[in-house]
T-cell receptor
Framework: DVKVTQSSRYLVKRTGEKVFLECVQDMDHENMFWYRQDPGLGLRLIYF???????EKGDIPEGYSVSREKKERFSLILESASTNQTSMYLC????????????FGPGTRLTVT | AQSVSQHNHHVILSEAASLELGCNYSYGGTVNLFWYVQYPGQHLQLLLKYFSGDPLVKGIKGFEAEFIKSKFSFNLRKPSVQWSDTAEYFC???????????FGAGTRLTVKP
């Protein structure tokens, strides 16, 4: 079974703090993704990575950065957290070129106060 | 820009009722199509997928979906729902040769026992 783990299920941070969300997958997948999930908006892609040290912006990259130093690990960084970044953050991984499907982690519910 | 529309925000059914959840997308080329499900408190998981071939695809737990290219639709169906089908359902689309997966806003299904 594919396993995608995220470092925290729940996180509470203060405005202006730097926040790190970590994601690890155990299936040697090339592709990894960070989404945020908000009610009525579904999932929106923040960033994805198709290889180590490679990254591409998704729909809503503003206020976020990412790091992929190892194939199994993809980190999402909020340089200076703001209240509008309160959300559920989902990490996913996948393999292949055209024929890939994404395996999701359990999510991190981040609250910025 | 490519978009995915799910017409119903919240659907409430009684057990044994039939289900159809609508999904339409705006991309004009070849696409891969997915339905994901998120049960309360659980990971987002793949319910079924369409890449090519028979436009009627069967997934887990008795779900099926039909791809109608002329209508840009990929509706999810189940002939008889159960209380355990209570969940949020997301339609997703990936254009061929593209990493840009787009999700719909989701439909919350509540099945009353």
């Amino acid at each position: 079974d594919v396993k995608v783990t995220q470092s925290s299920r729940y996180l509470v941070k203060r405005t202006g703090e730097k926040v790190f969300l970590e994601c690890v997958q155990d299936m040697d997948h090339e592709n990894m993704f960070w989404y945020r999930q908000d009610p009525g908006l579904g999932l929106r892609l923040i960033y994805f990575s198709y290889d180590v040290k490679m990254k591409e912006k998704g729909d809503i990259p503003e206020g976020y950065s990412v790091s992929r130093e190892k194939k199994e690990r993809f980190s999402l960084i909020l340089e200076s957290a703001s209240t509008n970044q309160t959300s559920m953050y989902l990490c996913a991984s996948g393999t292949g070129d055209r024929f890939y499907e994404q395996y999701f982690g359990p999510g991190t519910r981040l609250t910025v106060t | 820009a490519q978009s995915v529309s799910q017409h119903n925000h919240h659907v409430i059914l009684s057990e044994a009722a039939s289900l159809e959840l609508g999904c339409n997308y705006s991309y004009g080329g070849t696409v891969n199509l997915f339905w994901y499900v998120q049960y309360p408190g659980q990971h987002l998981q793949l319910l079924l997928k369409y890449f090519s071939g028979d436009p009627l695809v069967k997934g887990i737990k008795g779900f099926e979906a039909e791809f109608i290219k002329s209508k840009f639709s990929f509706n999810l169906r189940k002939p008889s729902v159960q209380w355990s089908d209570t969940a949020e359902y997301f339609c997703a689309v990936i254009p061929y040769n593209n990493n840009d997966m787009r999700f719909g806003a989701g439909t919350r299904l509540t099945v009353k026992p």
